[in-house]
């Protein structure tokens, strides 16, 4: 049963400011467990989602240099994802893309590349 996210409890700054200076891979193992512990706390129509934008945000931060880096990335992402979102909902149903399905030929009626010159 999932518990609520408001039962979550996390550290000061005062004390995140200190295990970043102490032990920073502590506070990025802290940081992945209040990610899941939340997740796991909504809703599990809502797990699939979360864990994938989870799963995002973690490859963006593997590519990060730094601290300050890994910031810079993560707020260019937020706003990415912010327009997308304003997109969203400011465009019409109708206003969508319609594309062209072309059925692919399944492999029987398709000529070989097997042939000898």
């Not at 400011?17 to 997740?39: T, V, Y």
């Not at 149903?93 to 029987?108: G, K, R």
């Amino acid at each position: 049963m999932p518990q609520s996210h408001r039962n979550l409890s996390i550290p000061s700054f005062d004390e995140l400011k200190a295990l970043a200076e102490k032990d920073p891979e502590q506070l990025e193992a802290l940081r992945h467990q209040l990610s899941m512990e939340f997740i796991e706390s909504v809703p599990e129509e809502h797990q699939g989602p979360l864990l994938a934008q989870q799963s995002h945000i973690e490859r963006i931060i593997e590519r990060g240099n730094n601290p300050n880096h890994v910031n810079i990335l993560l707020g260019r992402e937020l706003g990415k994802q912010f327009v997308r979102f304003a997109d969203s909902l400011n465009k019409p149903i109708d206003e969508h893309q319609a594309a062209d399905v072309i059925q692919f030929p399944n492999a029987t009626s398709r000529p070989s590349n097997n042939t000898k010159h």
